[in-house]
């Protein structure tokens, strides 16, 4: 789960992380007076789940309120595109408006799992800003990295052996230094999968400010967090899989063009793979999982047919828990149930997989029976052929 930004540095603030002084707004005239309480400049940010906002024209330095206002007007209610929003950008529902900071020194400062190490990784930075990506692409050496043992946590000597590798002033470690503590502690104690401060900022002063603020969260973690679940932006998330999630289905979208019905993820996998090798592309990973009852098969075959992007449906099942004469009837149903005008692959292994292919094969419909992958392969490949033809 994501956050916006704005609400990122609720959270920074609460962990004594230094940021910025600002009020949201979703409207001009809202912008408008926000900028009015502050003094001097100010900066109207977008609000969306995606980097390189700068970039696309969706942060703004301004220095008057009416001109925090035209921004606003320019970007609120208006899809800002991104290199990680896709083509069809992301609307723009609220900005931020903040007091803006005269920067002397930008730092990277990012949190997340090392899959490789196992544990925790602290990466800090003195090439903070916009150009991280390709910094860390380019000069890796130039991203400093300390590993955390969750059993012991971090230690202090840690934090400042990180800060004193940033090039900085004495007073500007110790203050980086205790922001990586307190950062750490936000990462653990909310079940973050990922903080990030880009750029953690000194400014002309000699202060360590937060100037952005990004956190990822576990999903698997927001039972215990109540709080953080209410942050949840309905409208920034794809909505079929809000609508999967309702279901209790687990649905990622894709870019591709076969929409997959698989039950595990490690079968799903697999699937996905089995499609690139017939020359398609996934559309989503859909894992149904192990208890899915026939509701729960018409639900999930109909969230397939909901995406445009879906030119046929590969449906690959091995019988365990969930048993192929229970997939084969959700699947018959749902069906006749829908106008379904796009070829649909099974490919039935496991529990009472004769069972399924018999209610398959009197169902009166037309589905594409695969006896095994090898087979399910090509039937992809022909059924995408036929369409294009």
Known sequence: MKVHEYQAKELFSSFSIPVPAGQVASTPREASDAAATFSGPVVVKAQIYAGGRGKAGG?????????????ARKILNHPLV?????PEGRM?????????TDVKTEIYLGITIDRSHRLPVIMASPAGGMEIEQIAMDSPEKIF??????????????????????????????????????????????????????????????????????????????????????????????????????????YIKLDGNVGCLVNGAGLAMATMDLIKLAGAAPANFLDVGGSANEEMIQKG???????????AVFI?????????????RGIVAAVKHLEVNIP???????????????????????????????EAATLIAQALRGGEE
């Open 59 to 71: 942060v703004k330095l301004v220095d008057s309120p009416k001109a925090a206002e035209d921004v």
């Open 82 to 86: 991104t290199h990680q929003t896709g």
């Open 301 to 311: 075959f109909s969230l397939l047919l909901s995406d445009a992007d879906v030119r």
């Open 145 to 250: 990295k300390e590993w955390i043992s969750p059993e012991i946590g971090l230690r202090p000597f840690q934090s400042y052996r990180l800060a004193l590798k940033l090039g900085l002033s004495a007073p500007e470690t110790k203050q980086v230094a205790l922001i990586i503590g307190n950062l750490y502690r936000l990462f653990v104690e909310k079940d973050c999968s990922l903080v990030e401060i880009n750029p953690l900022v000194i400014s002309s002063d000699g202060v360590a400010i937060a100037l952005d603020a990004k956190i990822n969260f576990d999903d698997n973690g927001l039972f215990r967090h109540p709080e953080i679940e209410k942050l949840r932006d309905p409208s920034e998330e794809n909505q079929l899989e809000l609508e999967a999630k309702k279901n209790n289905l687990n």
């Open 92 to 100: 723009v529902n609220r900005v931020l408006v903040e007091e803006a």
């Open 344 to 374: 649909v692959i099974v490919r039935l292994e496991g529990t009472n997989v004769e069972e399924g292919r018999e209610i398959l094969a009197q169902s009166g419909l037309e589905f594409l029976r695969a006896k095994d992958l090898n």
């Open 316 to 328: 690959n099942i091995f019988g365990g828990i969930l048993r192929c004469d229970i997939l084969a």
